[in-house]
Structure formats: C-alpha cells, structure tokens
C-alpha cells in the first residue's frame, strides 16, 4: 500500500475533534536505571512520539499523567507498601523521560500526591475528568507505564465514566509482578470496552 491510499481508507481511524492523547507516566524511575524500571519501557518513547506528532498535527490535546509522591509515601516499602521508593515529587527520577517530546501545552495530570493514599488510576483523586470534560473529550487514546497499573485502572475508570476508549498496544509495557499480568490486564480492558490500536490503524 502506497501512503496515498491511506486517508480513503475506511478501516483506518480517524482523529477528530473531542479525542485526546493521554501520555502515562513516562517518567525516568519507571525507565531503564530507574529505581522502578518497567521491562522494554523505554521503548514505547519513541512510538508516543509518533502518537503525539499525530494529535498535534490534529491540533487535537495531549496530556500526560506522572505519579507524584511525596517522601514516605505508602505504596514504598519502608511504609510497608510494594514498590521501591519512586517517583518523589521534584526528583530527577519524577522527570518526564527527556527523550519524550511532549507539547509545550500538555496538560499534566498529578497522582498519588497524598502520603496515605495509593492511585493506581489517573481519575482517582485528579481533576482528569473535569479537564477531559471541560476539553470536550469523548474519546481517550491512552498509552505510557504501565500496562497493569495505571493503564488498565485509568482505562477503567474512562469506561466507567463514559468515554470511548483506545488503548494504543504498540506504546505499553507491563511490570508482571507474577508472569502474565500485562496478558490479563490487556484482556480486562477488551473486556470492558477499550478498543485495541496500533500506529498503523490510524489513518495517515
Ligand atoms: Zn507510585
């Protein structure tokens, strides 16, 4: 297939008005030498970049959620949580990946900020929603870190609230604390209604 025949092309998916990116935690700690580096994540920066050129091109929004703890937070394992200290407000290793080419206009979405509470989704204790709906947002276009965490609770959550939901399975990796997680979380989220994408599925 030549690149001129994509934009007839009716399989493919058009961006429109009303869909929004939602870059996830792509932050250094969940990266290669990270304190909490998630398995081939530092591979989906490069394809984000390329679902951001498309959204950008569109004109259309991009946000980007980063957990936000501060020191001692519950979920380290020193308060008795199960994750190594991670992503403390302020930290090099709470930076967005310098390699991610995020727009000047991000929206940026904090989570996990209180030292008593977990968020695993970006809705849980965020104005996400308020955002989304103040945008107009219909449609989510999520990928980022990682696939069993905080994708799968967010997407959760969108589907719970009403928005249509496309999880981009060529920009997620999973942290499989047991072997298969990522497998299962990508099935609960077909379950609920999230609809599985590709760069290629989008129309040129
Ligand atoms: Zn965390």
């Known amino acids: 297939m030549n690149a001129a025949t994509k934009p007839s092309d009716p399989e493919r998916l058009h961006l429109q008005p009303g869909d929004v990116l939602l870059?996830?935690?792509i932050q250094n700690d969940f990266l290669a030498g990270g304190s909490l580096a998630v398995a081939g994540g530092d591979e989906v920066v490069p394809v984000l970049n390329r679902y951001i050129d498309a959204f950008v091109a569109q004109g259309l929004p991009v946000y980007a959620t980063r957990d936000w703890h501060p020191p001692g937070h519950c979920s380290f394992y020193e308060q008795?949580?199960?994750?190594?200290?991670?992503?403390v407000q302020g930290t090099p290793g709470s930076a967005f990946s310098a390699a991610l080419r995020?727009?000047?206009?991000?929206?940026?979405?904090?989570?996990?900020?209180?030292?008593?509470?977990?968020a695993y989704s970006s809705f849980h204790g965020t104005d996400l929603d308020s955002h989304l709906r103040?945008?107009?947002?219909r449609r989510l276009f999520i990928g980022g870190l990682t696939t069993d965490y905080c994708v799968l609770n967010s997407v959760k959550d969108a589907r719970g609230l009403g928005y249509e939901v496309f999880v981009l399975a060529d920009a997620i990796r999973a942290v499989n604390v047991q072997p298969?997680?990522?497998q299962r979380a990508e099935a609960e989220m077909t379950s609920v209604g999230a609809r599985r994408i590709t760069l290629d599925d989008l129309a040129a």
């Open 134 to 137: 103040a945008d107009g947002i």
């Open 180 to 182: 298969g997680d990522g």
């Open 23 to 25: 870059v996830t935690d």
């Open 102 to 118: 995020l727009p000047p206009d991000t929206t940026v979405i904090s989570k996990a900020t209180l030292q008593n509470e977990e």
């Open 80 to 87: 008795g949580g199960p994750w190594p200290v991670h992503c």
